[in-house]
């Protein structure tokens, strides 16, 4: 469903948001917003912060100061409690899948469901939401193995599967590409596109890999043919991408494509070659 990202609610605010560790400044004065239906991919080498955002954003971590609202809920500012309610709004596939090893594939992708306060269905209707979530991922045959007996891409998938079995209106995406090869990597990104193509989600997704962000700037998902198609013009519109790059706990670029590919930093500048 093509939607029109530029004009839509806000459902993510940073606003000067600094955290650190001891000597270790993880995010330094980091400002932004994202709106619904946008999709934002976030660069930037190790340690400089981009899993911190991500979890400052699910108010997993609380920052030292800053603000951070969510959609409309300033977060900063509330208790454990109240944030169960924000949480079930934000699916996350964290960086290296981190699905329970001695859980089933099933159990796994149940568990928001299941432990989340937020009752997100009945009990009756668990087993049902988990297949059509497993089946988004082409992984329904997979119920009853454990996350060992998968591929790393299949892992990968099961994640993306346990990050939107509660339809979040915002997902989250820690590295979903990071260590396949490239085919997979692809292949992973076409079902991230596909949640936010048909399901309209807000798509915050971290990379090492540029080619993720191009993918998602200009593909996608054609629910008739059951793949990408590049995008024109509305098309193209609807899924306009934002790219960030980070260094040391800041921002240090926000743009398109086309900006991001012109920079001539020589840090930025590293980030937009595919
Ligand atoms: N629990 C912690 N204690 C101390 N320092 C931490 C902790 N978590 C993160 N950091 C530091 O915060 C900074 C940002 O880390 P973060 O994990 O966000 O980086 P990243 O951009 O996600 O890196 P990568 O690309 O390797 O995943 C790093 O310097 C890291 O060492
Ligand atoms: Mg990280």
């Known amino acids: 469903m093509p939607n029109n990202p530029a004009s839509s609610?806000?459902?993510v605010i940073f606003d000067n948001v600094s955290l650190r560790y001891g000597e270790t400044v993880a995010l330094d004065q980091v400002s932004f917003q994202v709106n619904a239906g946008q999709t934002w991919v976030f660069l930037g080498e190790a340690g400089s912060g981009k899993?911190?955002?991500?979890?400052?954003?699910?108010?997993?971590?609380?920052?030292?100061?800053?603000?951070?609202?969510?959609?409309?809920?300033?977060?900063?500012?509330?208790?454990?409690?109240?944030?169960?309610?924000?949480?079930?709004?934000?699916?996350?596939?964290?960086?290296?899948?981190?699905?329970?090893?001695?859980?089933?594939?099933?159990?796994?992708?149940?568990?928001?469901?299941?432990?989340?306060?937020?009752?997100?269905?009945?009990?009756?209707?668990?087993?049902?939401?988990?297949?059509?979530?497993?089946?988004?991922?082409?992984?329904?045959?997979?119920?009853?193995?454990?996350?060992?007996?998968l591929s790393g891409g299949m892992r990968r998938r099961v994640g993306i599967a346990r990050a939107t079995v509660t339809q979040p209106p915002l997902a989250i995406y820690d590295s979903p590409t990071a260590g396949l090869d490239p085919i997979t990597a692809n292949n992973i990104m076409a079902f991230i596109a596909k949640?936010?193509?048909?399901?309209?989600?807000?798509?915050?997704?971290?990379?090492?890999r540029y080619q993720d962000g191009v993918?998602?700037?200009?593909?996608?998902y054609d629910e008739a043919q059951g793949r990408l198609i590049a995008a024109t013009g509305e098309r193209l519109a609807s899924v306009h991408t934002t790219f960030v790059v980070m260094q040391a706990g800041r921002i240090v670029f926000v743009g398109p494509q086309t900006e991001l590919e012109a920079s001539t930093d020589p840090y930025v500048s590293k980030f937009g070659r595919r």
């Open 215 to 220: 993918l998602m700037a200009n593909y996608y």
């Open 9 to 11: 609610a806000p459902v």
């Open 51 to 149: 899993t911190q955002m991500c979890k400052v954003m699910m108010g997993l971590v609380r920052p030292d100061s800053g603000r951070v609202v969510i959609f409309g809920d300033e977060i900063s500012s509330k208790g454990e409690r109240e944030m169960f309610a924000v949480r079930a709004k934000i699916g996350m596939l964290f960086q290296e899948s981190a699905l329970f090893d001695s859980m089933t594939i099933e159990e796994n992708v149940a568990y928001p469901l299941e432990n989340q306060p937020v009752r997100h269905c009945g009990p009756e209707q668990i087993h049902d939401r988990v297949v059509e979530a497993l089946r988004f991922v082409e992984l329904e045959k997979t119920l009853d193995k454990v996350p060992s007996e």
């Open 195 to 208: 949640q936010r193509d048909l399901k309209g989600t807000t798509s915050i997704i971290v990379s090492h």
